[in-house]
């Protein structure tokens, strides 16, 4: 049962980032074709640098990546690392979770037209932040008392992802806000729409890169 003020209520946030080191072949593998394994890497790490970006220009009591792999000249100052843990994406995500012993935001690497602005939460009037992502999945979890029960269990890369996790949120009787929907990028068509949202990041200058050098090919 959500409690009449959220623990959370005026505290800094810590933002997590959970994300894969872009390593061809192991991230945005539904990219190849049209582009490379080493070009869908790039474009990978260019997301990740954009999304890292935005969570430093954000309010935070901590800046987390939790990351799978080993950091890179991607990643900027002012973050902890932590490793992830072993299992599913949601035992992942839990386990995300569970390193805040406050209110906390966690994001993913695939949406590197998020802003500082969409970053900047207050738990004042609610009890969890929920960012529905345009896949059925989601882009944004937020939580003022951060429970690692309340994602372990859902099931992850579906069509109803998002739909199983928010009513998670509304089942333990949190009071949800809602963030903005955002496009994850899975697929080319993915990556143009998201790159025409932010031409000016780093990831719109990689597709480009990237789509001339398929062109060419």
Known sequence: MSAA?????????TLLVIAKEPVPGRVKTRLTPPFAPW???ALAEASLADT????AAA????RVLVLDGRPGPWLPPGFDVVPQCAGGLDERLADAFARSAGPALLIGMDT???TPELLTVDFADCDAYFGAAEDGGFWALGLAAPDPALLRGVPMSTA????VQRARLVAAGL???ELPPLRDVDHAADARAVAALAPGGRFAARLAQAEHAAVRR
């Not at 890292?52 to 969570?55: D, I, S």
């Not at 309010?59 to 901590?62: D, F, N």
């Open 5 to 13: 003020r959220p623990a959370g209520a005026g505290s800094p946030v």
């Open 39 to 41: 070009e869908a890497a």
């Open 52 to 55: 890292l970006a935005a969570v």
């Open 59 to 62: 309010p935070a009591a901590r």
């Open 112 to 114: 590197p037209q998020v």
């Open 160 to 163: 109803k992802t998002g739909a």
């Open 175 to 177: 009071r949800v806000r």
